[in-house]
């Protein structure tokens, strides 16, 4: 894991010590932003939207999707707005030519290795960057055990295929699904399991280069991991890598349909944090529990039974005597 | 941290292997026996376990060197031991090439399929499928496999550091006193020898050159061939500076050392006090050997001055590029002055602790360096409070990148920080880092000997001193060759007497191939970046007309796919889709024709250069570029 640039936001927990201002100029207009403040931050203020894929105001920014780069007037290579701080009289181009073409690339890898189609705004993020992923030939199928890859060790290329890291999608309990044909390494879940917020540490990124996955320790099923089901990684991913098994079902069945879900906020009735639930009800059925990231008790995180406790609503058989 | 920890239990072997390198457990809590009083009224843990996690990768190397691989019982017991979960060790476990984390025989024969050694070490792999089968490539498939102790298999390696000994191999041995052989000039007979634990006798035609680990039972062993007799060709030449003691000292003594000259620039370093030091080094105008050119007294000067304490200085010994191998050649037959250089940085930039970070595949270098400190110590040459630690890699090119090699001491895996910040502000265990190449620092030396102004007169206005390149391939006298910055590359190569030659590449993996009619480059800097290519870590690598160039360019990609971290997007997948690229190209099944696959890898390339992480991904497609563009090699392809 890459040590922090920006300091992690502490969302709801402003920082009031005062700032030297930093004057820069983005895309041609001029601004002044506090000391500390990153590139993305500084856009945001101007309305100028990048693109990010593993940033999160809620974790500390891995920058490693560079999809948020940057050209810095100066400097030699692109720089990833999601974690760079600003500099003074740094000048900026968020759209140059050179940046669309690295944001058009990182776009055109993902797609033609991973499966974006659950990952929120994709489609027309793709569109927009005139992405066409199968250039790179066809994808190929499905490989039968990626964690048994080695090190330093890769077959050759097979003319054929685009290399994929499409996988059998692993179900391994009853809480939740994880189909690493979907993910794009991100490393959200690490962090939300391991330091930034859980510190259960359960997953952990295995493997390097193209091979490299999220993993359990020697790839172990989540029942026999350290795993306590919070699914706060779960609320972190942006791709669907993974996903409650309900929703997980309800998609496979075609019945997912976010459009008819009613959202409603509660307070989780377990315990005294009092941690804001958002239930996400679909048919008169609670189908997804989170909680808002903004929210300054929970950043968006919950434990087993706020994530996943919530059955027993709407059991419908008859109570038991 | 309440961890959860592994089930399977670790053999009396494994339990040895981890108290070995880490210490034996002092309570319950660190995964020691049971129920003494002190454990059920004592809680240990936080901090000071914490603290310990630097320890993870030695402790995964012993497991790896006693075994032969990491079990799920040896695992649990370094988490255990370290506090580490076992998740967050798996990843590091699985991230270098040199751990196994599946069965794999105690006997394993790393062979060099590199640039150098691909085509010479053709009939040894075709002999080692006829006799072992074919090499380890991946998990061995089946649940539970038994290997016998007699067992050995081999696998490919990337360069091994030993071009001009090539075909080269590593034999590792894991046991009680585990063997680490590095063999240049391996035959097919020889390296099935290796393997068989058979003896071979060697007959003229059939001699090779070892350096193995004094640690092991059998005495280190040189059994140089023909052309290795002297460790570098310019023996004896007294206009060398870098190399002058190659060859003439006794590396392995003090005293050897000491009656060459010997710690006189350390005197006078001590003498002269650390701001004068790194005057001197920045009226050098050294700049950094390592690949990056950066100067090297700006360097000190910005870790000198840090209020923030400890300073740390890192010798950067990963020398991983292929073609590369001149790092070797100082740390093996000059260890004292590598030594020598780094007590003299450390007490200029004020650091208490320095590090030196050697390649796992040179175990006599290592073995030389940890003498040479061990001397160093004992004799009190140091000054009072300062220490160097030795610490090996684990099979991984990316550790050579500065960050990279600082979350590899820390115990993590090896990926390369975003920077800002730099090193001279964050650098290890987040404290302000100098981190310097073995070659540069040797040149420190020669600087405090002669004065910073007198050195910058060696070499040209903007690039001074000497360097070392390493000359392999289509020459008759292959090795490490020392001269002043600004020599023609022509010169070069007649030096080394080269032969006839297609192509060469400067600079290594992350270099340039140059035309046979483009040697007339100057060897500075600024003659480089004239003709637009680099000098990198030194690597000029001839290829005769008989080399397969376009073999070479697929080598290289796969180089960079096997070695890319797996970080960021562009450099992960990227360097897939130019090999792909690639082996399209060579079998004549081109997305778009010709044109419409070298347009492709142009616009992978330009990504890669601009959007990754670090230099590995900004580099991948450098020697790519220039086989298209400067040696032409796709034009007229169907
Ligand atoms: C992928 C990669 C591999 C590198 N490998 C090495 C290496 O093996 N040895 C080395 O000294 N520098 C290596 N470097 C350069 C280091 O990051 C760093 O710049 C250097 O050690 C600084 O020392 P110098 O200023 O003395 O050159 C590598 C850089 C990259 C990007
Ligand atoms: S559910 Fe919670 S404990 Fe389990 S992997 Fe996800 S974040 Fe970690
Ligand atoms: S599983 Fe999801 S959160 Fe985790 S790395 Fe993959 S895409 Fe990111
Ligand atoms: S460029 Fe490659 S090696 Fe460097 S950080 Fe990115 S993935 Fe890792
Ligand atoms: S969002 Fe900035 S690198 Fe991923
Ligand atoms: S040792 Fe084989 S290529 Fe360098």
Same mark, same amino acid.
């Given at each position: ?49 990048i693109p ?14 560079r999809l948020c780069v ?8 692109l ?16 759209a140059?030519?050179?940046v669309r073409h690295s944001r058009k690339l990182v776009l ?17 993020l793709?569109?927009?960057y ?192 | ?357 050697? =390649?796992?595949?040179?175990? $006599? !270098?290592?073995? #030389?360096?940890?003498? %040479? ?5 004992? @004799? +009190?040459? &140091? ?106 590359? =022509?010169?070069?190569?007649? $030096? !080394?007497?080269? #032969?006839?030659?297609? %192509? ?5 993996? @992350? +270099?340039? &191939? ?93 990504a890669?250069?601009?959007a ?14 220039? !086989?298209?563009? #400067? ?8």
């Open positions: 894991m890459t040590s922090a640039i920006a300091p992690l936001v502490q969302l709801g927990r402003p920082d009031r010590t005062p700032k030297k201002m930093v004057s820069l100029t983005i895309d041609g207009h001029g601004l002044e932003v506090p000391e500390g403040t990153t590139i993305l931050g500084a856009c945001a203020s101007l309305d100028i939207e990010t894929l593993c940033y999160l105001e809620t974790l500390r920014p891995v920058n490693v999707c940057v050209e810095v007037e100066g400097a030699r290579v720089a990833p707005a999601c974690s760079r701080l600003v500099e003074p009289d740094m000048t900026v181009h968020t140059s030519p050179r055109e890898l993902l797609a033609s290795s991973v499966d974006l189609s659950t990952t929120a705004g994709m489609t027309e793709l569109e927009s005139d992405c066409r992923p199968e250039r790179y030939g066809p994808p190929a199928p499905p490989a039968a055990n990626r964690d048994a890859a080695i090190p330093g060790h890769h077959a050759a290329p097979d003319p054929a295929f685009a290399a994929t890291v499409a996988q059998p999608v692993k179900i391994d309990n009853e809480l939740y699904v994880r189909d690493y044909t979907k993910c794009v390494l991100c490393y959200k879940c690490v962090e939300a399991c391991g330091p930034d917020h859980q510190n259960t540490f359960a997953i952990a990124v295995a493997g390097r280069g193209f091979d490299a996955r999220i993993s359990t320790e020697l790839a172990v099923p989540l029942p026999d991991s350290a795993c306590v089901y919070c699914g706060n990684c779960i609320a972190v991913c942006p791709t669907g890598a993974l996903m409650a098994k309900d929703e997980h079902d309800l998609r496979a069945a075609g019945s997912w349909d976010p459009s008819s879900q009613q959202v409603t906020d509660t307070i989780c009735p377990y315990c005294g944090v009092g941690c804001t639930l958002t239930l996400h009800v679909q048919d008169g059925d609670i189908v997804k529990a989170t909680s808002p990231l903004e929210n300054s008790i929970t950043l968006g995180n919950l434990c087993v039974k706020g994530r996943f406790g919530w059955r027993f609503v709407q059991n419908r058989s008859a109570p038991r005597a | 941290m309440d961890l959860k920890l592994l089930d399977a239990e670790p053999t009396l072997e494994e339990r040895e292997a981890v108290d070995a390198a880490i210490g034996a457990p002092t309570s319950a809590w660190d995964g020691g026996e049971r129920g003494t009083h002190r454990d059920a009224h004592t809680a240990l843990g936080g901090a000071s376990v914490r603290n310990r996690r630097h320890e993870l990768v030695p402790a995964l190397q012993s497991l790896q060197a006693r075994v032969g691989w990491i079990s799920e019982g040896g695992l649990g017991y370094v988490c255990e031991r370290l506090g580490v979960p076992p998740a967050d060790a798996w990843g590091v476990a699985t991230f270098y090439a040199l751990l196994a984390t599946t069965p794999r025989p105690r006997r394993v024969l790393h062979v060099c399929s590199d640039i150098a050694c691909a085509r010479k070490a053709h009939g040894v792999e075709l002999a080692l499928e006829a006799s072992v089968g074919p090499p380890i490539s991946g998990a061995p498939s089946g649940d539970s496999i038994i290997l016998g102790d007699d067992e050995a298999a081999w696998m490919h390696s990337p360069c091994l550091g030993m071009c001009d000994m090539a075909p080269a191999a590593l034999l590792t041995v894991a046991g009680e006193t585990p063997v680490e052989r590095l063999c240049g000039n391996i035959t097919p007979d020889r390296a099935s020898g290796l393997l068989a634990r058979r003896r071979v006798r060697s007959t003229s035609a059939d001699i090779l050159y070892v350096e193995q680990r004094l640690a092991t039972t059998t005495p280190y062993a040189t059994v140089p061939d023909s052309s290795a007799s002297a460790p570098i060709p310019q023996l004896g030449d007294p206009s060398l500076v870098l190399l002058k003691r190659v060859g003439v000292v006794d590396p392995t003594s003090l005293e050897s050392y000491r009656a060459a000259g010997g710690f006189e620039a350390l005197q006078r370093a001590l003498e002269m006090g650390a701001e004068a030091v790194v005057a001197e080094v920045s009226a050098s105008k050294l700049v950094g050997r390592g690949g990056a050119a950066f100067p090297t007294g700006r360097k000190w000067e910005a870790v000198r001055t840090q209020p923030a304490q400890p300073h740390y200085l890192v010798c950067n010994a990963d020398e991983s590029e292929p073609g590369t191998f001149k790092d070797r050649l100082l740390m093996t037959h000059d260890p004292f002055a590598i030594v020598e250089s780094m007590t003299i940085a450390s007490f200029a930039a004020g650091c208490s602790r320095a590090y030196l970070y050697v =390649r796992a595949e040179y175990p $006599l !270098a290592y073995e #030389r360096i940890a003498n %040479a400190i061990a001397r160093c110590r004992d @004799a +009190g040459v &140091f000054p009072s409070g300062f220490d160097i630690e030795l610490r090996r890699g684990a099979g991984a090119y990316i550790c050579g990148e500065e960050t990279a090699l600082f979350e590899s001491i820390e115990g993590k895996r090896g990926e390369p920080r975003s920077k800002p910040p730099f090193p001279v502000n964050s650098g290890l265990f987040g404290k302000p880092t100098v981190v310097n190449n073995v070659e540069t620092l040797a040149n420190v030396i020669p600087i405090l000997l002669m004065g910073g102004t007198e050195y910058a007169k060696i070499g040209t206005a903007g690039s001074t001193g000497t360097r070392l390149f390493c000359l392999s391939g289509a020459v008759r006298k292959p090795g490490v060759y020392e001269v002043p910055c600004g020599t023609s590359l =022509r010169s070069l190569l007649e $030096l !080394a007497e080269v #032969r006839e030659m297609s %192509a060469l590449l400067l600079g290594g993996a @992350a +270099g340039n &191939f140059l035309r046979p009619d483009e040697i007339d480059v100057e060897l500075s800097m600024e003659g480089a970046r004239a003709a637009n290519a680099t000098l990198g870590s030194g690597v000029v690598l001839a290829f005769d007309e008989q080399t397969d160039l376009h073999h070479v360019v697929r080598r290289i990609a796969g180089f960079f796919r096997d070695e890319s971290c797996g970080q960021c997007v562009p450099c992960r997948v990227g360097t897939v889709r130019q090999e792909e690229s690639l082996h399209r190209l060579a079998h004549g099944r081109p997305i778009g024709g010709v044109a419409g696959e070298l347009a492709l890898l142009e616009e992978v390339g330009v890669m250069r601009d990754s992480i670090c230099g590995l991904g900004q580099t991948a497609y450098a020697a790519v570029e220039s !086989a298209i563009k #400067r040696l032409r090699l796709y034009e007229g392809m169907a």
